[in-house]
């Protein structure tokens, strides 16, 4: 099953739903998604549910801690994640979501009012700006974090580094 993202609000309580397999491929919705959500002047709190996530990789997981990272700092609190499968939820727990996020084995009772978010093409600098920065967010949440996405960061930065126009001398 491809992913997708559901989504709800109402007075400024907004619900995520990540279903499928979910990859870097709706990092750009996603990361679109939850600035508009922090544009409301009337945000109060949002819940994710990872319900029916089978798979989520390492981008993925560095929008949710951007989520949490800024919920905390422009409305001191920390987001509800909901992971009702144990696999999912050992990842979370590796990663230092615990932390950042109340997590919740409970599922959601009601999702009647989720609409599901259209996925927005993008271009590949876009992505991979926006990979490169889930997995520099992941990495600031603990040291273990840091160790498994030094790598992958660096070389990230490097092909960025690569891909700049260069200036003509003078």
Same mark, same amino acid.
């Given at each position: 099953?491809?992913?997708?993202? /559901?989504?709800?609000?109402?007075?400024? =309580?907004? =619900?995520?739903?990540?279903?499928?397999? =979910? &990859?870097?491929?709706?990092?750009?919705?996603?990361?679109?998604? !939850?600035?508009?959500?922090? &544009?409301? $002047? @009337?945000?109060?709190?949002?819940?994710?549910? !990872?319900?029916?996530?089978?798979?989520?990789?390492?981008?993925? %997981?560095? %929008? %949710?801690?951007?989520?949490?990272?800024?919920?905390?700092?422009?409305?001191?609190?920390? $987001?509800?994640?909901?992971?009702?499968?144990? @696999?999912?939820?050992?990842?979370? !727990?590796?990663?230092?979501?615990?932390?950042?996020?109340?997590?919740?084995?409970? $599922? /959601?009772?009601?999702?009647?009012? !989720? *609409?599901? %978010? $259209?996925? &927005?093409?993008?271009?590949?600098?876009?992505?991979?700006?926006?990979?490169?920065? *889930?997995?520099?967010?992941?990495?600031? /949440?603990?040291?273990?974090?840091?160790?498994?996405?030094?790598?992958?960061?660096?070389? /990230?930065?490097?092909?960025?580094?690569?891909?700049?126009?260069?200036?003509? *001398?003078?």
């Amino acid at each position: 099953m491809s992913g997708r993202i /559901l989504v709800a609000s109402h007075d400024g =309580v907004y =619900v995520i739903v990540f279903e499928g397999d =979910v &990859r870097l491929t709706l990092c750009t919705t996603v990361d679109d998604y !939850l600035e508009k959500m922090f &544009r409301d $002047p @009337d945000f109060r709190s949002v819940i994710v549910d !990872l319900s029916g996530t089978e798979n989520i990789d390492s981008t993925s %997981l560095g %929008l %949710l801690a951007k989520l949490s990272i800024q919920a905390d700092k422009r409305f001191a609190f920390r $987001p509800t994640l909901i992971s009702t499968r144990k @696999d999912i939820t050992r990842i979370l !727990l590796s990663m230092g979501f615990d932390e950042v996020f109340d997590l919740v084995e409970k $599922p /959601l009772e009601h999702k009647e009012q !989720l *609409a599901e %978010l $259209p996925c &927005r093409a993008a271009s590949e600098e876009d992505v991979r700006a926006r990979v490169l920065e *889930a997995h520099r967010v992941l990495m600031s /949440l603990n040291e273990a974090n840091e160790t498994a996405f030094h790598d992958l960061v660096a070389a /990230l930065e490097a092909d960025d580094l690569g891909r700049q126009p260069r200036r003509a *001398a003078l």
